[in-house]
Every structure is written in structure tokens, then in C-alpha cells.
């Protein structure tokens, strides 16, 4: 959204609620690269187990739209959401006359949904992640946020942010806001200079989280609920954030975090000692998509929407060491299969690249459409791009993964590259993909064998499928992707 189209927002804003009653909503408002949801998710935890109402904005759904806006953890109801949703779209389309006869586009209306919930739900605090970026999201209109964050940056959306680190932290740093509390993670020295210039410009004062091994506790270390090591700055990040808005309510019974003392450097947050309502929020976290464990029987999902170079690195680094640990009890040959897709123009040879040293046996492609029957159901996938175009995508990410393969040769010898390269699969949608992968192994799945077409070229791949006594399949490259895969796994664990 550019700057234009944020002004266009504030003045759609005054058709649906008052900017002063926006002021009224208690917001914590986070942006980043990556980690955005993760840090929002446990910091929404930790508030709620204070007794708190919160409501929690994310983006984007993995498999109900209604995902996006959570009243005390859970996802928004259905007539509240379709009485709000209405009731804002007929507001806009009764006034789109004032404004050339525009309407905001599918984010900015839907934000303004999700302030109108708020509000009418009465939340004590607003949990909001960006959309993209900062300074131009639809977000920003929130003019008076009680705390901001900023989680790990990193190169993504160039077309929008710039293609540096620089750039796209100067469009991060645009949330901040005259004397509100910020706090980011480590970042690069460059990219934490921007902050800090963007910060001394707004008179915003801006901490650096401590490491998560800081924070002093009487049970040891913090024990978190999402895997990986990229978490602990989300977590860390989140007991800032919850610990500042707290300091605000005044119930945290702490120190205000460090003040400056010089002009010099940028100021570390203190390592307090934290509360068992936040030790036990960063136990209790869901955060569904992101290095979740589903296991159905002998199949083994590995579900993680990694979808930049950093991210997928971290999830190499969860899949390998978890997938490691579901092997060891296991009597018999496991078979690892790769189901992956990448959207939104990223260089899908270099993260497959990093994907190859987990010698997955097979390796399927297929667009982020869940079924045959949702190719009209439009917030599942982008309908930007037709069918033809997704299937291309695919194939072009086949092409680079026998490249990758071939290139890196990780089992020793030309002739055995070539024999792995061969083992790649292309499917017109997740169903018949994760249909072929489990081999009617996963009773979620056993009436979509119908939407598998079984060719020689198929059947003789599935060898290691029959007989493995079981599959690990990692599903990752793609938020959509794996929304789809747990829409057809029939899984809950997103509510």
C-alpha cells in the first residue's frame, strides 16, 4: 500500500468508525520479516492467561478467513464476522461515490473488519501484525499503539520494500510512533542503524531485546512450545512487548525496561525476572503451520510455511533434528518426501538448494490449490496467476530441484545424482498429492483416490512409499500451501 492509499484508508476509516474510536483500542503493533506471527501468538498468550480479552490480527489464514481475527484465542464467530463484515461493506459502498467510486482492496477492507470487531467486542488489547511492510500498511492508521515491535528482518517483497536490508528496514521503522516504547531484535548493524535514525527522527524510544537465555526464572531455562531456535528472539521480543503494555496497566510489579543514557548505540532491555502467567504463556503457545507435528498413524507431517532463504534455513535445521527423533523408535525404513511450492516471484533453486542436504527420497510439486473442488474458492490461492501459470511454476521448481540435486550431488556418484533427480513428481493440486505420497496410508485422505490420475511413471516411483514403515513428509515453501494441507488433513489444531 503506498502512501496515497494509506491517506485513501484514513478516509474509509471515517465511513466505518471514527479515528477516535480507534484511538481508544489498547494496540500492540508488530512488524519484522520474519517471526511477526510467532512473537504476536505469544505475546496474545501471555496477555490472555493474565485474564485479559484480547483480540489478535494476523495474515495471512491458513485455512478459514476467519482465522485472522481471534477473540481470547479462538477464531472469530460466524455471525459476528458476517454482521461486521456487511455492515462495513455496505458503509464503503454506500459512500464509494465520494471516492471516484473506489473501494479499499481485500487487505485494507479487511482490516477495517477487524477494527470494527474489535471494538464492538470491547478487547483490552489489540494484538496487530502488518501486513507487509510498515510505513505505507494499511495497518500504520493506528495512531496511538501502546507498544511496537520489530522481529528479525531480512530480504522479502522487494518489489514493494526495496532489495535491501536497508530499505526494508526504514519501511519496517514506519510504525513507530512519538514517545511509544519500541523493541526490536538483534538485527544487522545495518539494518538496526535505520531503526535507530528512524526512531531518534520520530522520537520513539527503541530498545534491543536481551536473549531469551537472560530472563532469570526459578524453573531454569524458558521452555517454549514452537520448535526451533528462531523462536527464542520471537519469545524474547514478546515478554518486551506484554511486559511494557503490562507496565502501562500497571500489573507487572517490574522496572520499567533501560532509559537511555547517551545519544550513542541503542540501548539494551532488561532481562527481567518473568511472571508464571508469561512463563506459562510461552509454554502454552499455538501457532499452527509453523514447525507443527501432525501424526496420522505411520505418517509423519512436518508442517512449517517457511518462504525466504532464512526461514527455510531454520526449518532445514527443525526438520532435520525432528524428523531424527520420530525415527528413533522406529523398526524399519522410513521414507522422507518433500512437498513444496513457492509463490510471489522468490528464487525457488536457492531455497530449494538448502533443502537437499535432508536427502529426501522423493520430491512432489503441486500449486497451493487445496482440491479439484476449490479451484473458484479465491482466498485460497492466488487468482492472479491461472492454472497453467501454477503448473509451470511447478514444473520450473522440479527443474531446479534435479539441478540442485545434480549440482550438490550428495550421494557421491553421478549415476546415483541422476537416479535421485528422477524421483520428482508434479500434481495438479495438494489433494492428489498427499494422496499418492501416503498411498491410501492416511485414513484423512482415502476418498480423494479418485483424484489421482496412476501412470507407470507414478507407480513405479511409489515403491519406497509401500515399503516404508513410515513417512516423514515435510510441507513447506508456502503458507498456502500448507493452509491446503491441513484443510485436506481434516486437522483442527488451527481453531
Same mark, same amino acid.
Given at each position: 500500500m503506498g502512501f496515497l492509499e494509506l491517506i485513501c484508508l484514513g478516509l474509509f476509516v471515517v465511513f466505518v468508525v471514527k479515528v477516535e474510536e480507534l484511538d481508544r483500542l489498547n494496540v500492540i503493533h508488530v512488524t519484522g520479516t520474519k517471526g511477526k506471527g510467532s512473537t504476536c501468538a505469544y505475546t496474545e498468550q501471555i496477555l490472555r492467561n493474565y485474564g485479559f480479552r484480547t483480540g489478535f490480527y494476523s495474515s495471512p489464514h491458513?485455512?478459514?478467513?476467519?482465522?485472522?481475527?481471534?477473540?481470547?484465542? !479462538?477464531?472469530?464467530? +460466524?455471525?459476528?464476522?458476517?454482521?461486521?463484515?456487511?455492515?462495513?461493506?455496505?458503509?464503503?459502498? @454506500?459512500?464509494?461515490?465520494?471516492?471516484?467510486?473506489?473501494?479499499?482492496?481485500?487487505?485494507?477492507?479487511?482490516?477495517?473488519?477487524?477494527?470494527?470487531?474489535?471494538?464492538?467486542? +470491547?478487547v483490552d488489547v489489540a494484538v496487530v501484525e502488518v501486513g507487509i511492510g510498515g510505513q505505507y500498511d494499511c495497518t500504520n492508521i493506528i495512531r496511538r499503539p501502546w507498544v511496537c515491535g520489530i522481529t528479525s528482518l531480512g530480504i522479502d517483497h522487494i518489489k514493494i520494500l526495496g532489495d535491501t536490508i536497508e530499505k526494508i528496514a526504514w519501511h519496517k521503522g514506519g510504525i513507530f +510512533?512519538? *514517545?511509544?516504547?519500541?523493541?526490536?531484535?538483534?538485527?544487522?548493524?545495518?539494518?538496526?542503524?535505520?531503526?535507530?535514525?528512524?526512531?531518534?527522527?520520530?522520537?520513539?524510544?527503541?530498545?534491543?531485546?536481551?536473549?531469551?537465555?537472560?530472563? &532469570?526464572?526459578?524453573?531454569?531455562?524458558?521452555?517454549?512450545? $514452537?520448535?526451533?531456535? =528462531? !523462536?527464542?528472539? /520471537? %519469545?524474547?521480543?514478546?515478554?518486551?512487548?506484554?511486559?511494557?503494555?503490562?507496565?502501562?496497566?500497571?500489573? %507487572?510489579? !517490574? /522496572?520499567?525496561?533501560?532509559?537511555?543514557?547517551?545519544?550513542? *548505540?541503542?540501548? &539494551? %532491555?532488561?532481562?527481567?525476572?518473568?511472571?508464571?502467567?508469561?512463563?506459562? *504463556?510461552?509454554?502454552?503457545?499455538?501457532?499452527?503451520?509453523?514447525? &507443527?507435528?501432525? +501424526?496420522?498413524?505411520? #505418517?509423519?507431517?512436518?508442517?512449517?510455511?517457511?518462504?525466504?532463504?532464512?526461514? #527455510? !534455513?531454520?526449518?532445514? =535445521?527443525?526438520?532435520?533434528?525432528?524428523?531424527? &527423533?520420530? @525415527?528413533?523408535?522406529?523398526?524399519?525404513?522410513?521414507?522422507?518426501?518433500? $512437498?513444496? /511450492?513457492?509463490? *510471489?516471484?522468490?528464487?525457488? %533453486?536457492?531455497?530449494?538448494?538448502?533443502?537437499?542436504?535432508c536427502r529426501f527420497n522423493l520430491a512432489v510439486f503441486c500449486p497451493n490449490i487445496p482440491d479439484a473442488s476449490t479451484f473458484c474458492q479465491a482466498d485460497l490461492w492466488n487468482v492472479n496467476n491461472t492454472v497453467e501459470d501454477m503448473m509451470a511454476f511447478c514444473l520450473e521448481h522440479e527443474k531446479n530441484w534435479r539441478l540442485c540435486n545434480n549440482l550438490q550431488d550428495i550421494r557421491g556418484t553421478h549415476q546415483q545424482s541422476e537416479d535421485k533427480k528422477a524421483d520428482t513428481l508434479v500434481f495438479p493440486c495438494i489433494r492428489s498429492a498427499l494422496w499418492w505420497i501416503t498411498q491410501g496410508k492416511d485414513s484423512a485422505l482415502t476418498d480423494s483416490a479418485d483424484t489421482v490420475l496412476v501412470t507407470p511413471s507414478t507407480e513405479a516411483k511409489a515403491a519406497p512409499l509401500c515399503d516404508a514403515a513410515q513417512i516423514h513428509i515435510l510441507v513447506t515453501g508456502s503458507l498456502r500451501l500448507v493452509g491446503g494441507a491441513l484443510k485436506n488433513l481434516h486437522s483442527e489444531s488451527y481453531k
Open positions: 491458513l485455512v478459514d478467513i476467519r482465522e485472522r481475527i481471534r477473540i481470547n484465542g !479462538q477464531l472469530i464467530d +460466524k455471525d459476528v464476522f458476517d454482521k461486521n463484515f456487511r455492515l462495513v461493506y455496505r458503509r464503503l459502498h @454506500e459512500t464509494k461515490e465520494a471516492h471516484d467510486g473506489a473501494m479499499p482492496r481485500y487487505f485494507a477492507f479487511f482490516t477495517l473488519v477487524v477494527f470494527r470487531v474489535f471494538l464492538e467486542e +470491547k +510512533k512519538m *514517545g511509544v516504547p519500541a523493541f526490536t531484535v538483534k538485527q544487522p548493524d545495518t539494518a538496526l542503524a535505520v531503526l535507530k535514525e528512524r526512531a531518534e527522527e520520530i522520537n520513539c524510544p527503541l530498545w534491543v531485546c536481551p536473549d531469551l537465555e537472560d530472563y &532469570q526464572t526459578d524453573c531454569g531455562p524458558l521452555r517454549l512450545s $514452537l520448535a526451533g531456535e =528462531h !523462536q527464542c528472539s /520471537n %519469545a524474547s521480543l514478546a515478554l518486551q512487548l506484554s511486559h511494557a503494555w503490562l507496565q502501562r496497566r500497571s500489573l %507487572a510489579g !517490574q /522496572n520499567v525496561p533501560n532509559t537511555p543514557l547517551k545519544n550513542t *548505540g541503542t540501548p &539494551q %532491555a532488561n532481562p527481567f525476572r518473568p511472571s508464571p502467567s508469561m512463563v506459562k *504463556g510461552l509454554e502454552e503457545t499455538v501457532w499452527p503451520g509453523r514447525t &507443527q507435528v501432525l +501424526k496420522h498413524g505411520d #505418517i509423519t507431517y512436518f508442517l512449517d510455511g517457511a518462504h525466504t532463504v532464512r526461514s #527455510i !534455513q531454520a526449518c532445514v =535445521h527443525w526438520f532435520t533434528e525432528s524428523s531424527a &527423533q520420530h @525415527e528413533e523408535n522406529t523398526s524399519g525404513p522410513v521414507t522422507r518426501v518433500l $512437498l513444496f /511450492n513457492l509463490s *510471489g516471484g522468490r528464487d525457488s %533453486a536457492a531455497m530449494l538448494k538448502l533443502l537437499v542436504p
